[in-house]
């Protein structure tokens, strides 16, 4: 382990849903601070962006191609992590359906797309988790960091589904950590702001512009997925290794709790 404290060099930690939007600039930013990243989106071509962008500027990452909710590709993501690294000590759980949902009434949600953000932003998490957990146990120790969103703090409508699913994280946040913290596993969440991912931008136009506007945070100005990396980094370093099952609200001062 090294030195400092804050430091994440050399450790080995997975990114879901790293080949876009925020997930993107997390393995881009853990690399350039010496971590060996796994970028592990269910898009191959992103994941190979990704990759190719931090070997570009002097990083180490892999491509882990996976669907988060099915079982059979996270252990297998969890496989050739260890095979390539031989360890894992962090996992974030980035990916989630979010920018592809329409906003809409709830009571145009169809059911079946209520069922598969069930499927990717809630049992994703947990399979990954499962699937990291022999090797965090058999290591002595890792991270797990759970991406919900502020919608848990603050209700925001027309994805009721999305809502739902992040206020689950909270929960599987908590409990989880009781479970594995005898393993000295970490396992906490962070709530993300309204942030200005390219994805985001993209999928929600005028609506990106004047959601969350600046004056609503106690740093009046937007969110951009930049902001959301020194949180990450915290939790992954070995300076929170006291901290777990807790939420940490990265939007610039928008939600207090
Ligand atoms: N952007 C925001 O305003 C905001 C706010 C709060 C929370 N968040 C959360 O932050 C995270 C990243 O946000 P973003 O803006 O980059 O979202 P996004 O929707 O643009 O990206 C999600 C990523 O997950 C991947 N993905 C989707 N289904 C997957 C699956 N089954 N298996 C593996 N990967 C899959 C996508 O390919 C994409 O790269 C998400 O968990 C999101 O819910 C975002």
Redesign the pocket.
Known sequence: MSQYLLSIEGRVVIV??G?????RVYCRELAKAGAKVVA????HD?NEDTVAEIREAGGEAITAT????DERQTAEMARTVAEAFGRIDGLVN???????LERRDWKLIPGDEWDRVME?NLR?IFMCCKAVFPYMKEQGGGKIIN?????FWNGAPNRLHYSTS?AGVIGLTRSLAREVGPENICVNAIT????L?D??VASSGEYAQTNAPPEDRCIQRHQYPEDLVGAVMFLLSPGSDFVSGQTLNVDGGQQMH
């Open positions: 879901t849903g080949g876009k939007g925020i997930g592990a989106d269910i898009d992103a996976t669907d988060v909710a980035n990916a989630s359906l979010m920018s592809v990717v994703g991406i919900s969103s502020g919608r992040k993300p702001g309204f942030t991912s994805t985001q």
